[in-house]
């Protein structure tokens, strides 16, 4: 199993789900608030018929041409634009309604609604900043209406027996609840969804420490810590285990002769070669370059097999032909062989016996096995 190794490749991932999530919601909000002001924006300037006609409809007509421009450039625009028009366009509805109907218009909900979609593109303080100063606003448009200052553009029994109030204070309240709730499912599935894309990039990258790119099996830091885990479990368990080091004969002159792509398939097929030939419960590793590593143990039930016959083992499956591109490919190996000691043995000192072991090989001829013992 190949895997890609490119860890900014992978965080670069999370942040285009990011991007991508971010600009769903952002373009959810602007759908949803054209919607409400092409059913609203009439509702509420049909108050002009009964009550006169009223700086605030200029607003709330002004605000609908923007949403609709919006609506139509969202997938041109980026993301703090379109949120920034919307907040602009609601903010300013807001304090329209807040000093013109006081308590019964929809002020207090825009700003509420502006607050919450500050909250979609802003920092925490300047979300706190918003929704201060439209508390600060309703207060003084209470105090307004209170004191007298302010006063509404008609009887309040009148006000309150219109339909057309009534018809925008309905629609306007349940259409801001059903875009609140589309954008907060809307990130509660971005949540699961990065939750379920870290879990994945998380796994892969513990794969990446411990195994190796190219062939998939373990790595050299992987192989130190079973090696090591098995030398402290040995006594416990009144076990044997065994360590083989194999080093490639004639790889350098296939990597220099038919390219390092053909070099990566024969060390894939020496991988899988060598798979083949253990059981389940054993180690195979690659730890260099064109050296790979097989620890044996006699945990389960199958006994530990012959050092030397496995060892021989060894050497036909490495030495097997492998096909590459109408060409054969071929390389020995010399293996250095090693029992696991029971008592103050670890990975380095059998490596280091395994190591020499397999370099005495090499300097008899190649392609062979010794073992050493501790």
């Given at each position: 199993m190949t895997i890609d190794s490119s860890s900014p490749t992978r965080y670069r991932a999370i942040g285009d789900v990011l991007k991508g999530e971010a600009e769903r919601a952002a373009n959810h909000l602007v759908v949803g608030s054209t919607i409400v002001a092409c059913v609203g924006v009439p509702i509420s300037v049909s108050r002009a018929f009964s009550f006169g006609w009223s700086v605030v409809y200029g607003i709330h007509i002004a605000g609908l041409l923007a949403m609709l421009l919006i609506c139509l450039?969202?997938?041109?625009?980026?993301?703090?634009?379109?949120?920034?028009?919307?907040?602009?366009?609601?903010?300013?509805?807001?304090?329209?309604?807040?000093?013109?109907?006081?308590?019964?218009?929809?002020?207090?909900?825009?700003?509420?609604?502006?607050?919450?979609?500050?909250?979609?593109?802003?920092?925490?303080?300047?979300?706190?900043?918003?929704?201060?100063?439209?508390?600060?606003?309703?207060?003084?448009?209470?105090?307004?209406?209170?004191?007298?200052?302010?006063?509404?553009?008609?009887?309040?029994m009148l006000y309150l027996q219109s339909?057309?109030?009534?018809?925008?204070?309905?629609?306007?309240?349940?259409?801001?609840?059903?875009?609140?709730?589309?954008v907060y499912t809307n990130y509660q599935a971005t949540t699961q969804h990065l939750i379920l894309e870290l879990e994945t990039k998380t796994k892969q990258l513990a794969m990446m420490a411990d195994h190796d790119s190219l062939t998939g099996l373990p790595n050299l830091r992987s192989a130190t810590a079973h090696t090591d885990a098995i030398i402290a479990r040995l006594p416990l368990a009144d076990s044997s285990a065994a360590l083989f080091f194999i080093d490639l004969d004639g790889f350098k002159a296939i990597n220099d002769r038919h390219g390092h792509d053909a070099g990566d398939h024969l060390l894939k097929a020496v991988a899988a070669a060598l798979l083949g030939i253990v059981?389940?419960?054993?180690?195979?590793?690659?730890?260099?370059?064109?050296?790979?590593?097989?620890?044996?143990?006699?945990?389960?039930?199958?006994?530990?097999?012959?050092?030397?016959?496995?060892?021989?083992?060894?050497?036909?499956?490495?030495?097997?032909?492998?096909?590459?591109?109408?060409?054969?490919?071929?390389?020995?190996?010399?293996?250095?062989?090693?029992?696991?000691?029971?008592?103050?043995?670890?990975?380095?000192?059998?490596?280091?016996?395994a190591d020499s072991a397999m370099y005495q090989v090499k300097n008899a001829g190649r392609n062979g096995y010794r073992v050493a013992h501790q």
């Open positions: 450039l969202r997938h041109r625009l980026a993301v703090r634009t379109k949120l920034g028009v919307v907040l602009t366009i609601a903010s300013g509805v807001s304090l329209s309604a807040l000093f013109n109907t006081g308590i019964y218009g929809n002020g207090a909900l825009w700003g509420a609604f502006s607050v919450f979609v500050a909250s979609m593109f802003l920092q925490r303080r300047s979300i706190v900043m918003i929704a201060a100063g439209f508390l600060g606003l309703y207060l003084l448009s209470g105090y307004g209406f209170i004191s007298g200052r302010l006063s509404l553009p008609a009887d309040p339909p057309a109030v009534w018809g925008s204070a309905i629609f306007g309240s349940f259409f801001f609840l059903v875009l609140i709730i589309i059981r389940s419960g054993d180690i195979v590793a690659r730890v260099g370059g064109d050296e790979f590593l097989i620890l044996l143990t006699d945990f389960g039930e199958t006994p530990l097999p012959d050092l030397e016959k496995f060892a021989q083992r060894i050497i036909e499956a490495v030495g097997a032909d492998v096909r590459y591109q109408g060409q054969v490919l071929k390389v020995g190996a010399s293996v250095g062989v090693t029992p696991l000691g029971k008592e103050r043995d670890s990975y380095d000192a059998a490596v280091k016996r």
